[in-house]
């Protein structure tokens, strides 16, 4: 019975001493600790937003180049969805400045003053139902006709340039399917637009087919700065655009001249 006693009175004295050292904080003290945790806060809803984007955006990409990927948790689609989001706020506000700066111009012709009415209301389920449309929408265009041509280390899809290294056995059945081999050498491709890889496969794009080829066979591959690569890079990206245009245009019009290519 002692024991349990002094226990008690020891835990007593421990959660006085706790919520005496929280009454003596300052409140200027409280205030950063508030502040600490709206930022963490709102961070997680950035990031978590940023994730969504950058995995609707990786799947419509993959999906234009007949690729899926298993694996849905990845850190390039958070990098993908920032920049998303920092391009479209950077359109908001030149498109913001244009239409404040269009307002003044009129005004000042009329020899009226500036008012910038805004109209603040509660969103409705339609609202928000039309926004989503919208972004996804917003999405799609930026997939096929931006996101190809921005470096992969800034978030982008762009095409990596490389030269696969193989052996001869392996060669001869890569010449089979479109790829020939670099100059005076029996071991080594020519330069390949590489769309997108994981641990074991390849999405290889070439001007008359995409490939999706398994990488246990490869013993590398090599990476030649320079002009020609340059100018390969310029290529790739080109044809990453040219795929996507044709894998879903074709969803919808699939007798067209186009898609018989």
């Known amino acids: 019975m002692l024991k349990e006693f002094g226990s008690e009175i020891i835990k007593s004295n421990i959660t006085m001493n706790d919520n005496s050292r929280e009454d003596n904080r300052s409140p200027s003290d409280l205030k950063t600790l508030d502040l600490f945790k709206k930022i963490l806060e709102y961070a997680s809803y950035f990031l978590g937003l940023a994730f969504i984007i950058g995995f609707l955006i990786w799947n419509f990409y993959l999906y234009g180049l007949g690729f899926k990927e298993d694996n849905i948790i990845q850190t390039r689609f958070v990098l993908s969805g920032v920049i998303f989001i920092i ?63 921005i470096p992969s280390g800034l978030g982008g899809g762009a095409p990596r340039v490389i030269e696969v290294l193989t052996d001869k056995i392996n060669m001869v059945d890569l010449t089979k399917l479109g790829i020939q081999p670099a100059e005076s050498s029996e071991i080594q491709t020519q330069q390949l637009c590489v769309a997108y890889e994981n641990d074991s496969t390849q999405v290889i794009l070439l001007s008359d087919r995409i490939l999706h080829l398994k990488k246990d066979k490869y013993y590398g591959s090599a990476y030649l700065p320079g002009v020609s690569q340059l100018v390969s890079n310029n290529y790739c990206k080109k044809n990453a655009k040219y795929w996507l245009l044709k894998s879903y245009f074709c969803e919808i019009l699939t007798n067209s001249k186009f898609c018989q290519k």
């Open 87 to 149: 391009l479209a706020l950077l359109l908001f506000f030149i498109i913001e400045l244009l239409y404040n700066l269009s307002l003044i111009g009129i005004n000042f012709f009329r020899r009226t003053k500036f008012k910038k009415n805004k109209i603040i209301k509660s969103l409705t389920l339609n609202d928000i139902f039309t926004g989503i449309i919208i972004l996804i929408v917003c999405i799609f265009l930026y997939v096929i006709l931006i996101f190809p041509f």
